[in-house]
């Protein structure tokens, strides 16, 4: 995710906590936040592809969902 989108996620976060968010901007971070999470979740899948556990014998098993 780009920068500017992660800054804009954390000036919501501190505006919310001074005062109630619009519902502009109340869209505009659920969306974000949406879009953030998706790409968490890309990445962390992405990594458990390519995790194995090594047994003590020696033998490599892919991690399964």
Known sequence: ???IKIDRIN???RIAKVREL???ETAERDSL???YIGEIRASLSG???NTY?????GTKEKIKK
Do not use: G, S, V, Y
């Open 1 to 3: 995710m780009e920068k």
């Open 11 to 13: 000036e919501l976060a």
């Open 22 to 24: 619009t519902a502009e």
């Open 33 to 35: 936040r949406k879009e």
């Open 47 to 49: 990594m458990m592809d």
């Open 53 to 57: 556990i090594q047994r003590p014998d």
